[in-house]
């Protein structure tokens, strides 16, 4: 018996009556149900979104921005959202409406803008009063649970949206803000050179100031020390003074009797003085008569001698030159012959009186003048005692003021230290102020330069980045074209391992006959796997055609996939139909597990890794997550080094389900009464 007689004898038996042959079209057609009609309702559900109701409620006031540009954000977003057409959106007129249909079902969801949302949009510009704008979104589970997921997709994008829009209006704002401090820090830069120059003069006024303090130091240590010299001073005249005044006072007593004692002396004197007079003129008589006596005798005697050179020359004795001589002689050589005794005495009293005369007058005019003067010396002397006793007041006076400008001098010299001391630090800081205002022009400069200062091109790209810094390039190397698409690797791998377990609920993986026969054990085996696997391929290759023609899948290759897809048949039906005849109707419990056990783990909606660890082994084990992962590749397109071995592995499942088939034909080779009659049938 040869293996391919088995198999077409258990094709004719299921082939054999229009119920059977019904029964293999319906058994081809499973995967379909599975595969292509749920791919069919769920091809594009995304663009079918329009057809859903949904509650939009606008309360939104508007707001002005910082420079007094009107915002309308809330009826903005409303009219882009209704321009979109990505759900029925349905205005309605306040929240408590819109809240009353989502939970009636009306409405699948509903979103609600409210109405400080243009006003927090601007909040951002007052820094003490920023508040988010809010989207309220009103969902309910029970009219989907998807729906929920969908609608925060979109909100995300609307948010994305306004905070980019807005986020582009506040950089601007911020920027320009960049530009206003550029300038002003320029200006502050100006400013602080000129504060610097200032600063510098100031130092310089310092220095001089400090100089100056230095010699208000020295001045006031001199006025100090004049000062003390002035209070000593003003000590000693005060002593002085006090001494004037008692001496004076004591000449004012014993000068009292002056004018009368000088007045009798000058009446005395008076009359001194004209006894003297008349006296005088006495002698000066008696004088003046011997004088001329005296000069008589010598002209007389003189006479004589012209009268002798007369005679002489007369006789001839001499000449007249002789006699000019002898005169001239007698003129240069003649005394007068000295008087006798009581003349000479009388001439010499003469004189002694006339100066005692002129004495006395003058002793009488003298007295007269002190008589006179001797009254005012009195009232002088008077006035002087009074003026030295008032001196002496005054100087005591003097003395005290003294010493409190001594005292004042004292404070003085202080505070000049102090002063100094001042300056110099007041010097020390304006050196420190000038330096730290060269240093505060030259940062501000250096500042100003790193400040942004970008122009109105520049404002609007950076605007544009600082609101949306982060933009995604999507770059995909497989990509699927639809939501159906992306589902179409599980749903068909999942289509084929359900219709192959459909199969086995009509078809004997071995047969009676077969077991009874004395063929090998491997033909058997290969004998009752090969009709399954004829359906199979025919169910794979028309689920391959629906697919691709039907729902326009396009796979990137379609000839590879359907390789990959009868290659997955030709696994699943080798495991199944071996698992089943080796295990019996307890079997098809075991296939139906290991459906459920792929369904989770193959990673056919999201990826197997997210699942519990157990599962990975799982994943590791069975075959499904390797044709799912296959099948992604040849759709959309992606790398196809992983298909080769996954041909690979899925020729080991067809061995290890041959394996089975043979060892379930070697054991039932040998009936019990079990065969005849099993403990149970499914």
Same mark, same amino acid.
């Given at each position: 018996?040869?293996?391919?007689?088995?198999?077409?004898?258990?094709?004719?038996?299921?082939?054999?009556?229009?119920?059977?042959?019904?029964?293999?079209?319906?058994?081809?057609?499973?995967?379909?149900?599975?595969?292509?009609?749920?791919?069919?309702?769920?091809?594009?559900?995304?663009?079918?979104?329009?057809?859903?109701?949904?509650?939009?409620?606008?309360?939104?006031?508007?707001?002005?921005?910082?420079?007094?540009?009107?915002?309308?954000?809330?009826?903005?977003?409303?009219?882009?959202?209704?321009?979109?057409?990505?759900?029925?959106?349905?205005?309605?007129?306040?929240?408590?409406?819109?809240?009353?249909?989502?939970?009636?079902?009306?409405?699948?969801?509903?979103?609600?803008?409210?109405?400080?949302?243009?006003?927090?949009?601007?909040?951002?510009?007052?820094?003490?009063?920023?508040?988010?704008?809010?989207?309220?979104?009103?969902?309910?589970?029970?009219?989907?649970?998807?729906?929920?997921?969908?609608?925060?997709?979109?909100?995300?994008?609307?948010?994305?949206?306004?905070?980019?829009?807005?986020?582009?209006?506040?950089?601007?704002?911020?920027?320009?803000?960049?530009?206003?401090?550029?300038?002003?820090?320029?200006?502050?830069?100006?400013?602080?050179?000129?504060?610097?120059?200032?600063?510098?003069?100031?130092?310089?006024?310092?220095?001089?100031?400090?100089?100056?303090?230095?010699?208000?130091?020295?001045?006031?240590?001199?006025?100090?020390?004049?000062?003390?010299?002035?209070?000593?001073?003003?000590?000693?005249?005060?002593?002085?003074?006090?001494?004037?005044?008692?001496?004076?006072?004591?000449?004012?007593?014993?000068?009292?009797?002056?004018?009368?004692?000088?007045?009798? @002396? !000058? &009446? *005395?004197?008076?009359? #001194?003085?004209? /006894?003297? $007079?008349? +006296?005088?003129?006495?002698?000066?008589? =008696?004088? %003046?008569?011997?004088?001329?006596?005296?000069?008589?005798?010598?002209?007389?005697?003189?006479?004589?001698?012209?009268?002798?050179?007369?005679?002489?020359?007369?006789?001839?004795?001499?000449?007249?030159?002789?006699?000019?001589?002898?005169?001239?002689?007698?003129?240069?050589?003649?005394?007068?012959?000295?008087?006798?005794?009581?003349?000479?005495?009388?001439?010499?009293?003469?004189?002694?009186?006339?100066? @005692? !005369? &002129? *004495?006395?007058?003058? #002793?009488?005019? /003298?007295? $007269?003048? +002190?008589?006179?003067?001797?009254?005012? =010396?009195? %009232?002088?002397?008077?006035?002087?005692?009074?003026?030295?006793?008032?001196?002496?007041?005054?100087?005591?006076?003097?003395?005290?003021?003294?010493?409190?400008?001594?005292?004042?001098?004292?404070?003085?010299?202080?505070?000049?230290?102090?002063?100094?001391?001042?300056?110099?630090?007041?010097?020390?800081?304006?050196?420190?102020?000038?330096?730290?205002?060269?240093?505060?022009?030259?940062?501000?400069?250096?500042? !100003?330069?790193?400040?942004?200062?970008?122009?109105?091109?520049?404002?609007?790209?950076?605007?544009?980045?600082?609101?949306?810094?982060?933009?995604?390039?999507?770059?995909?190397?497989?990509?699927?074209?639809?939501?159906?698409?992306?589902?179409?690797?599980?749903?068909?791998?999942?289509?084929?391992?359900?219709?192959?377990?459909?199969?086995?609920?009509?078809?004997?993986?071995?047969?009676?006959?077969?077991?009874?026969?004395?063929?090998?054990?491997?033909?058997?085996?290969?004998?009752?796997?090969?009709?399954?696997?004829?359906?199979?391929?025919?169910?794979?290759?028309?689920?391959?055609?629906?697919?691709?023609?039907?729902?326009?899948?396009?796979?990137?290759?379609?000839?590879?996939?359907?390789?990959?897809?009868?290659?997955?048949?030709?696994?699943?039906?080798?495991?199944?139909?071996?698992?089943?005849?080796?295990?019996?109707?307890?079997?098809?419990?075991?296939?139906?597990?290991?459906?459920?056990?792929?369904?989770?783990?193959?990673?056919?909606?999201?990826?197997?890794?997210?699942?519990?660890?157990?599962?990975?082994?799982?994943?590791?084990?069975?075959?499904?997550?390797?044709?799912?992962?296959?099948?992604?590749?040849?759709?959309?397109?992606?790398?196809?080094?992983?298909?080769?071995?996954?041909?690979?592995?899925?020729?080991?499942?067809?061995?290890?389900?041959?394996?089975?088939?043979?060892?379930?034909?070697?054991?039932?080779?040998?009936?019990?009464?079990?065969?005849?009659?099993?403990?149970?049938?499914?």
């Amino acid at each position: 018996m040869t293996v391919l007689r088995l198999a077409r004898s258990e094709l004719k038996r299921m082939t054999g009556g229009l119920l059977p042959k019904l029964t293999i079209l319906a058994l081809t057609m499973v995967p379909l149900l599975y595969g292509a009609v749920y791919l069919y309702a769920n091809w594009d559900p995304y663009g079918k979104l329009n057809q859903i109701d949904a509650a939009l409620v606008v309360e939104d006031t508007g707001a002005s921005s910082a420079d007094g540009t009107r915002l309308e954000a809330g009826r903005k977003v409303a009219d882009s959202l209704v321009d979109g057409h990505v759900f029925n959106w349905q205005t309605v007129a306040g929240t408590a409406e819109a809240d009353q249909g989502v939970s009636s079902g009306k409405y699948a969801f509903a979103l609600k803008i409210p109405k400080d949302f243009s006003a927090n949009l601007v909040s951002p510009g007052s820094f003490d009063a920023a508040n988010q704008a809010m989207l309220n979104v009103t969902t309910n589970d029970a009219n989907n649970y998807l729906l929920s997921t969908i609608v925060d997709k979109l909100t995300t994008a609307v948010h994305k949206t306004v905070a980019t829009e807005v986020g582009e209006e506040t950089a601007n704002q911020l920027l320009t803000g960049f530009g206003t401090i550029h300038s002003q820090m320029l200006k502050a830069s100006d400013g602080a050179g000129q504060l610097a120059d200032g600063v510098a003069t100031l130092h310089d006024g310092t220095v001089t100031l400090h100089r100056g303090t230095g010699d208000l130091k020295n001045g006031t240590a001199e006025l100090y020390s004049g000062q003390l010299k002035l209070r000593d001073g003003a000590n000693a005249l005060s002593s002085g003074a006090g001494q004037l005044s008692t001496g004076l006072t004591e000449l004012k007593e014993k000068t009292a009797t002056l004018p009368a004692d000088s007045r009798a @002396l !000058a &009446d *005395g004197a008076a009359q #001194v003085a004209a /006894g003297n $007079a008349a +006296l005088n003129t006495k002698m000066q008589g =008696l004088a %003046g008569q011997l004088a001329a006596s005296e000069q008589a005798a010598a002209q007389a005697q003189r006479s004589r001698v012209v009268a002798s050179n007369s005679r002489l020359i007369a006789a001839g004795a001499i000449t007249p030159a002789q006699a000019d001589a002898i005169l001239a002689d007698f003129d240069a050589n003649s005394t007068p012959p000295a008087p006798p005794g009581p003349a000479a005495a009388l001439k010499s009293a003469a004189g002694q009186i006339q100066q @005692l !005369a &002129d *004495g006395s007058a003058a #002793v009488s005019a /003298g007295a $007269a003048k +002190l008589a006179g003067a001797t009254p005012a =010396l009195g %009232g002088a002397i008077s006035q002087a005692s009074t003026g030295a006793d008032q001196l002496s007041g005054g100087a005591a006076t003097l003395a005290a003021g003294q010493q409190s400008a001594l005292d004042g001098a004292a404070k003085i010299a202080e505070g000049s230290q102090t002063l100094d001391d001042g300056a110099a630090r007041l010097e020390s800081g304006a050196a420190t102020a000038s330096e730290g205002a060269g240093t505060l022009a030259a940062e501000l400069a250096k500042g !100003a330069g790193q400040v942004p200062n970008p122009d109105d091109t520049q404002k609007d790209s950076l605007a544009k980045v600082m609101a949306d810094p982060v933009a995604v390039s999507n770059v995909s190397q497989a990509k699927a074209g639809s939501y159906g698409a992306g589902l179409a690797p599980f749903f068909l791998t999942l289509a084929l391992w359900i219709g192959v377990f459909m199969l086995i609920q009509a078809m004997r993986p071995v047969t009676q006959r077969a077991l009874a026969s004395n063929a090998p054990a491997w033909k058997i085996a290969v004998g009752g796997w090969l009709p399954f696997l004829a359906v199979s391929a025919v169910q794979a290759s028309l689920l391959t055609l629906v697919v691709d023609v039907g729902l326009g899948l396009n796979p990137a290759h379609p000839w590879l996939m359907w390789f990959l897809m009868l290659a997955a048949a030709m696994a699943f039906s080798a495991i199944i139909q071996g698992v089943v005849a080796l295990l019996g109707s307890p079997g098809k419990l075991v296939v139906l597990i290991l459906l459920v056990l792929q369904l989770v783990s193959s990673g056919g909606t999201f990826p197997w890794q997210t699942t519990p660890q157990p599962l990975h082994v799982v994943h590791q084990l069975l075959p499904m997550g390797y044709v799912v992962n296959g099948m992604r590749h040849l759709i959309y397109g992606a790398d196809l080094a992983v298909i080769l071995p996954t041909m690979l592995g899925l020729l080991g499942y067809t061995l290890l389900g041959m394996a089975l088939s043979t060892l379930a034909v070697r054991k039932h080779k040998y009936w019990t009464l079990k065969t005849l009659k099993p403990e149970i049938a499914v």
